[in-house]
């Protein structure tokens, strides 16, 4: 399964919408994103709401975005990740690279760790 990217460039964000499981798969749309981004004023959003499972692999390439782009935990925000989802993220130390955000449909708001 691809991976859906979007640059909005007018105010400097990729979003990176990912799939169902998320695995070494994406590792060339991930690897693309990090370089468009490095050295500039880029953020990222990662959308995970269709995303049910990640391999450990996914986590890898998850770390390896922040890693190749250079960019800090403010520059990279999760959206709509399952609770279940986000506490694998979390158990697993991904807190301190990701701002996560969940939908106030949800009751939840912007989580930063520090």
């Known amino acids: ?10 105010i400097n964000v990729i979003t990176l919408i990912t799939p169902r499981i998320l695995d070494f798969s994406v590792c060339q749309e991930f690897w693309e994103a990090s370089q ?3 050295d500039r004023d880029i953020k990222f959003i990662i959308d995970m709401a269709r995303t049910d499972a990640i391999l450990s692999s996914g986590y890898k390439m ?4 922040g ?10 925000t999760v959206v709509n990740c399952s609770a279940n989802l ?9 807190d301190r690279h990701f701002t996560f955000y969940i939908s106030k449909r949800r009751g939840l708001k912007v989580v930063s760790y520090r």
């Open 67 to 76: 890693e190749c782009a250079s960019k800090t935990q403010e520059d990279i």
């Open 1 to 10: 399964m691809s991976l859906n990217v979007g640059i909005a460039t007018e």
């Open 62 to 65: 998850l770390l390896m975005l």
């Open 36 to 38: 468009r981004a490095r």
């Open 86 to 94: 986000q506490g694998e993220l979390q158990a697993r130390g991904f």
